[in-house]
């Protein structure tokens, strides 16, 4: 029994990414239609060993469509992923559009997996922010065990979390300067190259960024509206691979043995702590993966029931592609029928 997928936004970093996590995973596709915008119609783009064609997204039909992988961007999923739904053909979106309505659930299948249910008020399910996702990832098991009550969390964010143009950026700007040539600057607010900009998205007039406020509305929606949570958001000169240092205070006792105990037996948590040089992960071990690993576990004794640990994950693979196809595998697992089925 196969669904048929079509994965819009097939060109882009993410889009690729879906399309080769659905052949790494042997999902269960009867066919796969990549859609792109018409500049896009009829270029050529691998899925497992075959050559597919692109489709224009505007004028598709998807009456006989049983799920859309949307990573075309917030405008476009504004306007499309309704279209799409009253077809019968279920919205998993990647961009920020509907994370924040209440009739759209917000999903990490290895913490609310639950929610997912209710998809079918408008065929729309929500995938969050890159960096709100492998932060969740390590938070629940720690919730569900000692009970959060804070978080402060600052992200250091690779440059494909801007796209194709944040990463032509970085390796331009630093062949440029290894060249004694002109540093240009487009996609960045600073220079990317050698540097750390403390700002990602729009300033908001509480003084934080976008960015920052994904992370924590989020999270309190994901996990629980009633844990405080704060947040830095800086992007830094790395291509994939998104890293965050987190720190957390219990209701209960907690200790670094405990919370590694309770971390190591987590869905998707890989626990690499080590107490010695290189005993941790770091972005580039992480790039292809498809864990949330979990280091530096240590007591914070600066706030009763403290716990501070660092946190890395491949932002292009569990931040955005891989939970949309976990995300799909879910609904599967709980029942959902292909329409030639």
């Not at 469509?65 to 917030?74: E, F, N, P, R």
């Amino acid at each position: 029994m196969g669904y048929k997928v079509a994965i819009a936004g097939a060109t882009g970093n993410v889009g690729r990414e879906m399309l080769n996590i659905l052949s790494e995973r042997g999902f269960p596709v009867s066919e796969v239609v990549p859609l792109a915008s018409s500049r896009s119609n009829g270029q050529e783009i691998s899925f497992g060993d075959k050559t597919l064609k692109v489709k224009v997204l505007d004028n598709y039909d998807f009456s006989d469509t049983d799920i859309c992988l949307m990573s075309a961007g917030g405008d476009v999923s504004k306007a499309m992923s309704p279209k799409i739904g009253a077809q019968k053909c279920v919205v998993i979106d990647n961009s920020s559009a509907w994370r924040y309505d209440q009739d759209v659930p917000l999903i990490v299948p290895e913490v609310n997996a639950d929610a997912i249910s209710g998809f079918t008020k408008k065929y729309i399910i929500a995938n969050p922010n890159c960096s709100t996702a492998q932060l969740v990832v390590a938070l629940k098991p720690l919730h569900d065990a000692f009970g959060i009550k804070r978080v402060v969390v600052s992200t250091y964010q690779s440059v494909s979390g801007a796209g194709k143009e944040g990463m032509d950026e970085l390796f331009d700007q630093t062949r440029a300067i290894f060249s004694a040539a002109d540093v240009k600057q487009k996609k960045f607010t600073k220079r990317i190259a050698f540097n750390v900009i403390p700002h990602i998205d729009v300033f908001m007039e509480d003084g934080f960024t976008k960015e920052e406020w994904k992370v924590m509305a989020e999270t309190k929606k994901i996990l629980d509206p009633k844990i405080k949570l704060t947040c830095t958001a800086v992007r830094v000169p790395v291509f994939i691979g998104h890293s965050e240092s987190v720190n957390i205070e219990c209701e209960k006792p907690i200790t670094a043995d405990a919370a590694r105990e309770v971390l190591r037996s987590a869905p998707g948590v890989l626990v690499i702590d080590k107490r010695e040089n290189g005993g941790y992960i770091t972005p580039h071990e992480a790039a292809g993966e498809d864990t949330t690993y979990v280091s530096r576990i240590r007591e914070d004794a600066t706030v009763e029931n403290g716990l501070a640990f660092w946190c890395v994950s491949d932002n292009l693979r569990k931040g955005a592609a891989l939970n949309a196809v976990q995300i799909a595998e879910s609904l599967i697992n709980r029942g959902f029928k292909p329409k030639a089925g």
